[in-house]
């Protein structure tokens, strides 16, 4: 089905989630203000604009700065559509596209037009956005009401067929960017060169990415969120490995993919292999109806018994987990919901008019803690690093002596390895969005498909 049809679908559902989240928390009107740009302190040039996630949510614009979606309960919603007359910046194109005729349109020139556009009555109206400049008559208490995001936040973490297939898409794209890094990574590039590659891979503009590549060689990818870029060259003996965490947005949707790479066969690749199985285990056991906490603790078993079976540790796998030592080579949590934003939100809503669950102290950094669910969006993405901050901690353990301290530090130098993948979750089975790109890319290769053009379409 074309993306002509299936955004049909989409914005229906779109209304229907708002209909029944506005109606029980007392509103008949929601604005949703795409929002403004930004100056850094003591400049006059914005950063990069960002979008309000519950704006593309409803339309697939992602520069359109000072626009907003303006629906009342039972009518057809409306876009007040900015189109600045400016010589300084490319202004925003005429509306068009197979999502114009979901809207009504008003098209402004000034932002005094906007405010004008979203001027009546507030009384039962709610507005999401970063403030209420749009809408000044507003009640503060309306800004934002967090019954309202929430409802609306539990429900985001179901995806419609449409956002399913521009998830798809952007792992199309990521894929390709990741293809073209492991390359450069093979052919002794810095992390600079290796950046640039994938851009040119992916096809897109720095500004673009979902996120910012985290490129770690060798030790740095024993920092979660590296975003160095070393430009030095380093001679084929100095490299050992590569982590890289990169995505790439498809109408407003991002796919979040990490793959890790040894520059020689050898240990590395031996810890890597194992990684590997343990990530493609916990892919094959995301079932409807699990819970992702549970999930998330089997893959601090696995890592266990990786560390077990590498000789790092000597306990028992279990007795590693239940005593916190996997949290020291895995503090992270095994994955999240991805759509809208890279860390997509609703993890820890756990029904839609309820308020969030507490956190887990023992997983801190878990940023998923529902039931799997057909619809769901996630990332399975477990890792192993060698912190020295944390090796430290270790080190004052009561376990410390346990630990193959000599093993660990022919390690740092690796940083650490991660897999990740994106899935899509079925009634009847797990789509592994990620993986399907890479095979897809695979057997293309030579074919007109892999040019860019064709993550394109015309819909």
């Not at 604005?31 to 519950?54: E, M, W």
Request: glycine share 6%; aromatic share 10%; hydrophobic share 40%.
């Amino acid at each position: 089905m074309s993306l002509t049809n299936l955004y049909k679908l989409h914005i229906e559902e779109i209304v229907r989630r708002h209909t029944r989240a506005m109606s029980f928390h007392g509103f008949d009107r929601v604005v949703i203000y795409s929002g403004a740009p930004k100056l850094p302190f003591l400049d006059d040039n914005h950063y990069t604009f960002k979008v309000n996630p519950h704006f593309k949510h409803w339309v697939p614009l992602l520069e359109h700065a000072q626009c907003a979606v303006d629906f009342r309960v039972g009518e057809k919603p409306r876009l007040i559509y900015f189109q600045p007359e400016d010589y300084w910046h490319k202004p925003p194109a005429d509306p068009e596209g197979y999502w114009t005729e979901s809207f009504e349109i008003v098209l402004t020139t000034s932002f005094d037009d906007v405010v004008t556009a979203l001027a009546g009555n507030t009384d039962r109206c709610a507005l999401i956005g970063e403030d209420a400049s749009c809408l000044p008559e507003l009640p503060r208490s309306q800004l934002n009401p967090s019954a309202l995001i929430n409802e609306l936040h539990y429900h985001r973490a179901v995806k419609t067929e449409y956002e399913a297939e521009c998830l798809r898409r952007a792992n199309r794209r990521s894929a390709k960017g990741h293809l073209a890094a492991e390359a450069a990574f093979i052919a002794g590039k810095t992390e600079l060169e290796i950046h640039h590659a994938y851009l040119a891979g992916a096809g897109v503009l720095e500004a673009e990415l979902p996120y910012g590549n985290i490129v770690a060689v060798n030790a740095h990818s024993s920092v979660l969120h590296y975003h160095g870029a070393d430009r030095e060259a380093m001679s084929p003996s100095e490299i050992h490995s590569l982590v890289i965490d990169a995505g790439a947005d498809y109408l407003g949707y991002a796919s979040d993919i990490t793959r890790s790479y040894a520059f020689r066969s050898g240990e590395y690749q031996d810890l890597l292999n194992a990684l590997d199985t343990a990530q493609q285990t916990l892919v094959a056991e995301v079932a409807v109806g699990q819970s992702f906490v549970d999930l998330h603790w089997r893959a601090h078993y696995l890592i266990a018994c990786i560390l077990r079976d590498f000789d790092f540790v000597m306990m028992s796998p279990k007795d590693m987990v239940s005593e916190g030592i996997t949290s020291m080579f895995f503090p992270c949590g095994l994955g999240h919901f991805i759509g809208l934003q890279v860390h997509d939100v609703g993890g820890y809503l756990m029904a839609p008019r309820e308020r969030p669950r507490l956190r887990d102290p023992r997983a801190p950094y878990l940023r998923n803690a529902r039931n799997i669910e057909a619809g769901q969006a996630l990332t399975i993405e477990p890792g192993i690093y060698f912190m020295d901050m944390l090796l430290a901690e270790l080190s004052r353990n009561k376990h410390s002596f346990k630990v193959n301290w000599d093993r660990i530090d022919a390690f740092r130098k690796y940083g650490g390895v991660r897999v990740e993948d994106c899935l899509l979750v079925h009634g009847d089975q797990i789509e592994n969005q990620s993986r399907d790109a890479f095979s897809a890319l695979s057997a293309e290769v030579g074919g007109e498909s892999l040019k860019l053009g064709s993550l394109e379409t015309t819909d």
